[in-house]
């Protein structure tokens, strides 16, 4: 990746079903893993109707991570966030995609910026776990994009220790 090569743009989209619990867990016994104290039942929707849904881009023009919910721009400068895309960029992988021209060396996806945005079909803060969909699709699609090579559950242990969710910050305008 040097300064004279062509600009580009890789793109990646993830979409996650919602759930809704039946059973739901009352506190944490661990607040940095996010182990809940008792366990809890819940039920996956169907994704055609109930999902989020996130398209995340990379590009050496990107000068820094930016993310946009719902069509507003939010920070990333929790530290949930960062060890979201932090865990994800170590486990990134070579990308050689020939249809486009584009060569990503795994050491190439410390310095290259994403952009991200995510869209949730379905109301925010309704009890429909919002922020559990959206972490998950977060971190399938940021993955699919970096080529990682982590199964579904590593996924899911990096996507649950990830944002913590503000009810505020995520409201769609209605």
């Given at each position: 990746?040097?300064?004279?090569?062509?600009?580009?743009?890789?793109?990646?989209?993830?979409?996650?079903?919602?759930?809704?619990?039946?059973?739901k867990?009352?506190?944490?016994?661990?607040?940095?893993?996010?182990?809940?104290?008792?366990?809890?039942?819940?039920?996956?929707?169907?994704?055609?109707?109930?999902?989020?849904?996130?398209?995340?881009?990379?590009?050496?023009?990107?000068?820094?991570?930016?993310?946009?919910?719902?069509?507003?721009?939010?920070?990333?400068?929790?530290?949930?966030?960062?060890?979201c895309?932090?865990?994800?960029?170590?486990?990134?992988?070579?990308?050689?995609?020939e249809?486009?021209?584009?060569?990503?060396?795994?050491?190439?996806?410390?310095?290259?910026h994403?952009?991200?945005?995510?869209?949730?079909?379905?109301?925010?803060?309704?009890?429909l776990?919002?922020?559990?969909?959206?972490?998950?699709?977060?971190?399938?699609?940021?993955?699919?994009?970096?080529?990682?090579?982590?199964?579904?559950?590593?996924l899911?242990?990096?996507?649950?220790?990830?944002?913590?969710?503000?009810?505020?910050?995520?409201?769609?305008?209605?």
């Open positions: 990746m040097g300064a004279t090569e062509p600009q580009w743009v890789l793109m990646a989209t993830g979409r996650s079903p919602t759930n809704i619990a039946v059973i867990y009352w506190g944490k016994r661990d607040e940095a893993l996010i182990l809940p104290v008792n366990d809890s039942i819940s039920v996956t929707l169907d994704p055609d109707h109930l999902s989020a849904t996130t398209t995340v881009a990379a590009s050496p023009a990107f000068p820094s991570d930016r993310m946009w919910l719902n069509g507003k721009e939010i920070s990333l400068s929790g530290g949930r966030f960062q060890s895309l932090r865990e994800i960029r170590k486990r990134a992988r070579d990308v050689d995609n249809k486009k021209g584009i060569k990503i060396k795994k050491e190439d996806w410390e310095k290259l994403v952009h991200i945005a995510s869209y949730n079909n379905f109301p925010t803060a309704a009890g776990a919002s922020s559990a969909a959206g972490l998950a699709c977060l971190v399938f699609t940021l993955g699919k994009l970096m080529n990682v090579n982590e199964d579904y559950g590593e899911s242990s990096i996507a649950s220790r990830g944002l913590e969710v503000h009810a505020a910050v995520y409201m769609v305008d209605l």
